[in-house]
C-alpha cells in the first residue's frame, strides 16, 4: 500500500509516498513536479530511522539524575510530573515552569497546543528556537514589509542565494533553482564557502563570515547611486526613501567591500546584476540567521528586494496569503505575566502565533533566577545540550532543574539531565498540520500512516494527556487529535476530512500577485517600511546600521590569540542537526565530522590531510580530523555540525559565544567565532 504524507526528519516538509506492508514502512520517496530530482538519503532511511532499536518504546523516569532510567506505564510517568507540577506550583510559582521547543515536531498545530498547555498552566514561557533559527530573519522582513516573503526561483531571470544551501537543506527549493537555472536564470550566491550552488552560479560573493549587512548596504549604495531602483514602486509604496538616499550618500563603498571581504569591483558587480535583471529574488538562510546583526541584515537584504520593486511579483519575492487556522494558543490568560524574554520586547510581542523564542533567555532565567527562578522545564523535540551555544552555560542550566522532562524519540545527550522522558512518535505516526503548509494557500495534511511505535504518542496526545492529569481538561476539551485539529481549521471552511480526501493538497486560494495595490502591506503604514518607527520608538536603528556598523559581530575578536574565524558547517543532506549518527546507512555517508581549511593556511600551519587539530575560543575546545579544502577561504575554518552527540569532544558549541547578541532578538554568535588551531600528533 502507498499513502502520501509529509516527511518531518528535517524541516523541508517534503510532500512524500510511503511503501507499507502489513501496517510497516518499507521505504519512502519524495514527490516532486521537477524532471531533475534530488534524492534524500535520509528519507530513504525512514524505516531504519523509525523502527530503530534506540527508540525509546515506554516512558522513562528516575528520582535524580545519579540514577539509571526505569521503564514504567504511562500513568506513573504522567503521575510524577503532576506531583513535580504541584510542588513547583507551591514553593515558587507556575511561572517557574517551562516549555523548550527545538525544530523536529513542527511549529504548526503541535507547538500551537503546547503553548496552549503552557498557558493554562499559567506560565507564559513556552519558548521556541527562533532566534537561531528563522523567526529573528522573519521578523525583520515582517517589519519591513509585513510579512516573511516566498521566493518564487521557478519563474524568476535572477536567483540570490543568500546564506543557504538548498543542496542539502531543502531539496524542493534546489530543485527549482535548478529548473530556472537551465532556463536561464542568473544565479548569485554569497557564501563563504564554495557550495554546490557556488560551483554552478554566474557569481560567487565570498563573504567575510557574519558581514553581511556591510554587503547589503553596499548593494543599496550602488544602487542607488546608479539609479537601479523602481522609482514607481519607491514612490507609491514605500516610506523613508529620502532618508535611505541621504544616510547612503555618507557611506563609504570601499569601506562596505573591505568589511565584506570582497573588491569593490565584485560588490557593483553583484549590485548591477541584481538591479538589472528582471524579475529577480532572493532566498536568505541559515547563513544569516545566529548572526549578532541577523535582524538588521535581513532588513537591510529586505530593503533591496523594495528598491528593485520585486515584491510580490511573478519570478520575484512573494507575500504569502497565509491560511486563516483559529489562534488557540490562549496567551492572554498569561499576559499580565512577564515572560523571561522581557529584556527583548519587540521579539517577544512580534507575533500572535509564532510565540517567544529567546532561548537564550531561558538559560539566562535558570541560571541567574531573573526575572524569576525556572525550577521545571519540558524538552520538547530539541536537544540543547548539544545545540544551544555555550553548552557548558546550557549544561549547567539544565543540571540546575529540579526537574526536566524530556519529549522524544531518542535518548539523546540531553537525556542525560533529564527525570523523565516521554517517548514520541515519528512524523509518520501522528497526524498534524504543518506550518509550512499553511503559512500560504496551498494547504497539504501530515497523515498518520502507520501506528505510534511501542507506546509512543503524538505530540499534540502528549500534551492532551498532560492536560488530563492535570485537571486541565476543560480548555483541552477534544475526544481526539482530529476533533482538535477540525476545530483549528473552522476559519477555513475545511477539515480533516477534506484534506484526507485530499492527500495531495488542496490551493485554498489561487496565487494573487501585486496584491499591494489593492491592500497595501501588514505594516503600520501600510507601505514598505524602509524607515521604522516602530523601531525608533523601540530605541533601535530604524534604518539598518544608520548609527553604524561599529561592533565586531564576530565573538571574540579582542583577543589576538584567536586568530582563525571558525563557522558552523552548512548542513549535510544525510543528518539532521544532532540526528541520525546511529543509522548505519547514514553513517556510511558521512562516518565522522571534519575541519575543512584552506589548503594555502594547511600549508603556512603544516596541517597535512586527516591530521588531528584541536580548536579552542574561551569558552572551550573540540578536536577533530583536518580535511584540506579549496571550497573554505583563507583565515577561515569550517567546522562539522551537529557530531556533538557523539562525542563531546566533537561538540562545537563548546566553542561558541552566547553572551554577545542581537540586541532586537537575543540571537547569539552561533555561526562564526574566532578561535585557535593547534596539530595534535602527526
Ligand atoms: N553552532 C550552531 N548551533 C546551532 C546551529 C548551527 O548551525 N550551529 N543550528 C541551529 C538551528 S537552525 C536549529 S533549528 C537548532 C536545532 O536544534 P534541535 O532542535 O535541538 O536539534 P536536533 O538535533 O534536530 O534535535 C531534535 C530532537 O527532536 C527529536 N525528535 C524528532 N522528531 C520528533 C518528534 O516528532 N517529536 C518529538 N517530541 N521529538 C522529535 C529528535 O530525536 C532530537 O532529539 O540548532 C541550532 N544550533
Ligand atoms: N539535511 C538537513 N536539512 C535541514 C536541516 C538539517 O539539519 N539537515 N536543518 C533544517 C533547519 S532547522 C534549518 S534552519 C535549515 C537551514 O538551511 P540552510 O539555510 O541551507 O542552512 P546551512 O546549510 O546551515 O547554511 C547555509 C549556508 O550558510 C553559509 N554561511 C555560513 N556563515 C555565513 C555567513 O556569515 N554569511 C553567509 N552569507 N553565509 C554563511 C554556509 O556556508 C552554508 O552554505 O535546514 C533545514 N534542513
Ligand atoms: S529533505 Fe528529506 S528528510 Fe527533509 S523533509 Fe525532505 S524528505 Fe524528509
Ligand atoms: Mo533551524
Given amino acids: 500500500m502507498r499513502e502520501i504524507t509529509i516527511c518531518r526528519l528535517c524541516s523541508a516538509c517534503c510532500p512524500v509516498k510511503v511503501e507499507i506492508l502489513e501496517g510497516k514502512i518499507q521505504g519512502a520517496q519524495r514527490i516532486t513536479n521537477f524532471e531533475k530530482t534530488i534524492t534524500c538519503p535520509k528519507l530513504l532511511q525512514a524505516k531504519d530511522i523509525v ?6 518504546l515506554r516512558p522513562l523516569l528516575r528520582n535524580s539524575i545519579s540514577e539509571d532510567f526505569k521503564e514504567v506505564t504511562w500513568n506513573e510517568a504522567l503521575s510524577f510530573i503532576a506531583e513535580k507540577i504541584e510542588k513547583i506550583k507551591k514553593d515558587y510559582a507556575q511561572q517557574s515552569i517551562a516549555l523548550l521547543r527545538g525544530m523536529a515536531a513542527d511549529w504548526g498545530s503541535s507547538w500551537d497546543y503546547s503553548v496552549r498547555f503552557m498557558s493554562a498552566l499559567g506560565s507564559p514561557n513556552a519558548i521556541g528556537n527562533g532566534s537561531v533559527c528563522f523567526v529573528a530573519r522573519e521578523m525583520a522582513h515582517t517589519y519591513t514589509y509585513g510579512s516573511i516573503t516566498i521566493p518564487q526561483v521557478k519563474d524568476s531571470k535572477c536567483i540570490v542565494i543568500w546564506g543557504k544551501n538548498d543542496r542539502n537543506t531543502a531539496p524542493t527549493m534546489a530543485e527549482a533553482i535548478i529548473y530556472a537555472k537551465e532556463k536561464g536564470a542568473k544565479i548569485i550566491v554569497v557564501d563563504p564557502v564554495k557550495t554546490f550552488f557556488a560551483e554552478m552560479a554566474d557569481l560567487w560573493i565570498k563573504i567575510k563570515p557574519a558581514h553581511d549587512g556591510a554587503l547589503a548596504l553596499g548593494l543599496m549604495k550602488v544602487i542607488v547611486d546608479e539609479a537601479l531602483y523602481e522609482i514607481d514602486f519607491i514612490n507609491n509604496y514605500c516610506i523613508g526613501f529620502d532618508s535611505l538616499c541621504e544616510f547612503l550618500s555618507k557611506i563609504d563603498i570601499q569601506e562596505m567591500a573591505r568589511l565584506s571581504g570582497i573588491s569593490v569591483d565584485e560588490l557593483k558587480e553583484m549590485a548591477r546584476l541584481y538591479g538589472k535583471t528582471k524579475p529577480a529574488c532572493i532566498i536568505d538562510g541559515n547563513g544569516i540567521d545566529m548572526q549578532t546583526k541577523v535582524f538588521q541584515t535581513t532588513r537591510a537584504i529586505s530593503i533591496l528586494r523594495a528598491l528593485t520593486g520585486n515584491i510580490d511579483i511573478e519570478g520575484g519575492d512573494f507575500i504569502p496569503q497565509p491560511i486563516p487556522l483559529k489562534n488557540i494558543q490562549l496567551r492572554d490568560l498569561v499576559s499580565s505575566i512577564p515572560s523571561v524574554m522581557v529584556d527583548y520586547p519587540l521579539f517577544e510581542k512580534f507575533h500572535p502565533t509564532w510565540g517567544l523564542h529567546g532561548q537564550s533567555c531561558l538559560i539566562d532565567a535558570i541560571l541567574e533566577e531573573k526575572p524569576y527562578p525556572i525550577k521545571m522545564l519540558f524538552v520538547q523535540s530539541g536537544n540543547p545540550a548539544v545545540t544551544m551555544m555555550d553548552s557548558h552555560k546550557v549544561r549547567k542550566a539544565l543540571e540546575k532543574l529540579d526537574c526536566l522532562v524530556m519529549i522524544d524519540m531518542f535518548k539523546n545527550k540531553t537525556a542525560q539531565y533529564a527525570h523523565v522522558i516521554l517517548p514520541a512518535s515519528s512524523c509518520f505516526e501522528k497526524t498534524q498540520i504543518n ?3 499553511t503559512r500560504n494557500s496551498f494547504i497539504m495534511l501530515q497523515k498518520k500512516v502507520i501506528e505510534p511505535v511501542g507506546e509512543s504518542k503524538g505530540d499534540i496526545e502528549i500534551i ?3 492536560a488530563k492529569i492535570l485537571g486541565l481538561k476543560d480548555y483541552f476539551p477534544w475526544n481526539s487529535v482530529e476533533e482538535a485539529l477540525d ?10 476530512d477534506i484534506l484526507l480526501k485530499n492527500p495531495k493538497g488542496i490551493w485554498y486560494e489561487k496565487p494573487r500577485f501585486r496584491k499591494y495595490e489593492s491592500e497595501g502591506f501588514k505594516t503600520p503604514s501600510k507601505k514598505v517600511e524602509i524607515f521604522s518607527e516602530r523601531l525608533l520608538y523601540g530605541g533601535f536603528d530604524p534604518i ?3 548609527n553604524g556598523f561599529n561592533q565586531n559581530p564576530i565573538s571574540f575578536s579582542n583577543n589576538r590569540e584567536y586568530n582563525f ?3 558552523s558547517g552548512e548542513r549535510v543532506n544525510c543528518y539532521t542537526h544532532s540526528q541520525f549518527r546511529h543509522v548505519t546507512e547514514l553513517r556510511n555517508i558521512e562516518p565522522e565530522p571534519y575541519i575543512d581549511i584552506n589548503p594555502l593556511d594547511a600549508e603556512t600551519l603544516k596541517i597535512k590531510e586527516g591530521q588531528m587539530l584541536r580548536v579552542s575560543t574561551p569558552k572551550g575546545k573540540i578536536e577533530m580530523k583536518a580535511r584540506i579544502s579549496h571550497s573554505i577561504q583563507k583565515g577561515v575554518i569550517k567546522i562539522a555540525w551537529g557530531w ?7 561538540n562545537l558549541n563548546f566553542l561558541t559565544d552566547d553572551e554577545l547578541r542581537d540586541p532586537i532578538t537575543c540571537t547569539p554568535s552561533g555561526r562564526s ?4 588551531i593547534e596539530k595534535l600528533g602527526d
Fill in 487 to 496: 476545530y483549528q481549521l473552522q476559519p477555513t471552511g475545511l477539515t480533516i
Fill in 435 to 437: 506550518r509550512a503548509y
Fill in 565 to 567: 574565524i571558525g563557522i
Fill in 464 to 466: 492532551f494527556e498532560l
Fill in 644 to 650: 556533538g552527540e557523539e562525542s563531546d569532544s566533537w
Fill in 673 to 676: 567565532f574566532y578561535c585557535k
Fill in 544 to 546: 539598518p546600521f544608520i
Fill in 51 to 56: 523502527y530503530s532499536k534506540k527508540r525509546i
